[in-house]
Every structure is written in C-alpha cells, then in structure tokens.
C-alpha cells in the first residue's frame, strides 16, 4: 500500500509537470515568430526530459528499497535460523514470478546479474549461508558466482542434495544483533533463446527454491544426540 501511494504521489508530480508546459507553449505560441517559438519549444522539451527523468530515477528507488523493506518486515523477530522460501519471494527485486516443476517451487533470477536479501537472524555462533537452486542457466555460474555477506566476500562451496545444487557459506559469528545483508552475484544472465534450449527470451541466471541461515551443528553436537 505505502508502495502504491508514494507511485501516486510521483505520478501526480509527473502530471503536473506535463501540464505545467502545455500551458507554457500554448501561451507562447500566438505572441512569437517561427525562430522563437522553435527555440522555446526545444527549451521546454529539453527542461522536462531532465524533470522526467529525476521522477523516473525516483520511482526506481523507491520500488527498490520498499522490496526490501517488505521481506525485513516478514522476518523481522530476531530467529536463530532463517529459511525464505521460493514463495516468500515475490517481492525481492530481480526475481521473476513463482514456479513450480518436479515437485520443487522457484523463482529465476532476471537479468540484472545481482540479487539482495536482508535477513533478520540471530549470529552469536558460527552459521551457514544455504542457497537451494533447482536449475541454472549455466553450468558454471554455480562455482563462478559471488557471494557477499554484510559487504565481506565470502568463499562458497557446491554440493548436490535430492538433485538440488545446495551453495553453501559459513558466516562469521557476530556479538551484536544487525541484519545480516546478502548479495549475490553472477557472472553473467543468459536467455534460454541464446542457448538454443527453447525460444524464451528472457535473460535469467539461477532458479532459487530457497535460502536460508542456520546454526552449524558440531559434531560432538550430532554424537551427544544419538546417544
């Protein structure tokens, strides 16, 4: 909703603005010469491109930053372990709408080659970044991907669990309670069309069934409780 009504308050702007100069070159067009007229209509139009594109930049931000505001709100209570899940996501910017194949639930990554998550997880203990990805565009991207965790490069590793490719970090403990942020890097998004797989033409990276935080068990841990 809060969304929805700073777009409608920019729109406004936008349509003002429009206005504004319609008035402008209709007041003008009766009192000046051929010359003049062409020198401030090429003034208006040269004022309002600027104009519109300050809004456009505005309404991108704004979009942006109140995604993420909507996933920190879902996992606002501070959690020793985080999962979002695919359906969780449709509001993460640069994630395509819900799938479903094979039993599993994902949301390809769009073209932009970056993905951001802010999650509210409790890090007193060493933890592990867990991304579940049914399908990749390329093979390579798994191993090729960078992964960035409260602005540290973290290394990763891959391995393959009920035929999902499971990329996996550990993460640092950390005294006090702060979002832990995520960014996720590819090295490039491809179309299926490019690949020759399929005519859709949409450039995707990954298809992300889930990621999550979660405590790294010990394996005194993992003996204490068999016994």
């Given at each position: 909703?809060?969304?929805?009504?700073?777009?409608?308050?920019?729109?406004?702007?936008?349509?003002?603005?429009?206005?504004?100069?319609?008035?402008?070159?209709?007041?003008?067009?009766?009192?000046?010469?051929?010359?003049?007229?062409?020198?401030?209509?090429?003034?208006?139009?040269?004022?309002?491109?600027?104009?519109?594109?300050?809004?456009?930049?505005?309404?991108?931000?704004?979009?942006?930053?109140?995604?993420n505001d909507i996933v920190s709100s879902v996992l606002s209570e501070w959690q020793d372990s985080v999962t979002l899940i695919a359906k969780d996501m449709k509001n993460i910017a640069n994630l395509k709408e819900l799938e479903l194949h094979a039993g599993h639930q994902f949301c390809w990554s769009g073209a932009d080659k970056t993905l951001d998550f802010v999650i509210f997880v409790k890090r007193n203990r060493v933890t592990e970044l867990t991304l579940?990805?049914?399908?990749?565009?390329?093979?390579?991207?798994?191993?090729?991907?960078?992964?960035?965790?409260?602005?540290?490069?973290?290394?990763?590793?891959?391995?393959?669990?009920?035929?999902?490719?499971?990329v996996f970090s550990r993460l640092p403990k950390q005294s006090t309670n702060t979002p832990t942020t995520i960014r996720i890097v590819l090295p490039a998004t491809v179309s299926p069309s490019e690949l020759g797989t399929s005519n859709d033409m949409r450039k995707m990276g990954i298809a992300l069934a889930s990621i999550g935080i979660q405590p790294v068990v010990s394996c005194f841990t993992r003996l204490r409780g068999k016994l």
């Amino acid at each position: 909703m809060a969304q929805q009504q700073e777009k409608s308050y920019f729109e406004e702007i936008r349509s003002s603005q429009l206005n504004y100069y319609r008035m402008r070159l209709n007041a003008v067009v009766s009192g000046l010469d051929n010359k003049d007229m062409a020198e401030e209509c090429a003034s208006c139009l040269s004022e309002l491109g600027t104009r519109m594109q300050i809004i456009e930049a505005l309404l991108v931000a704004e979009s942006r930053v109140s995604s993420n505001d909507i996933v920190s709100s879902v996992l606002s209570e501070w959690q020793d372990s985080v999962t979002l899940i695919a359906k969780d996501m449709k509001n993460i910017a640069n994630l395509k709408e819900l799938e479903l194949h094979a039993g599993h639930q994902f949301c390809w990554s769009g073209a932009d080659k970056t993905l951001d998550f802010v999650i509210f997880v409790k890090r007193n203990r060493v933890t592990e970044l867990t991304l579940d990805i049914v399908a990749v565009m390329k093979p390579e991207f798994l191993k090729q991907m960078t992964i960035i965790v409260d602005g540290v490069l973290l290394k990763h590793k891959v391995r393959e669990v009920n035929k999902v490719s499971q990329v996996f970090s550990r993460l640092p403990k950390q005294s006090t309670n702060t979002p832990t942020t995520i960014r996720i890097v590819l090295p490039a998004t491809v179309s299926p069309s490019e690949l020759g797989t399929s005519n859709d033409m949409r450039k995707m990276g990954i298809a992300l069934a889930s990621i999550g935080i979660q405590p790294v068990v010990s394996c005194f841990t993992r003996l204490r409780g068999k016994l």
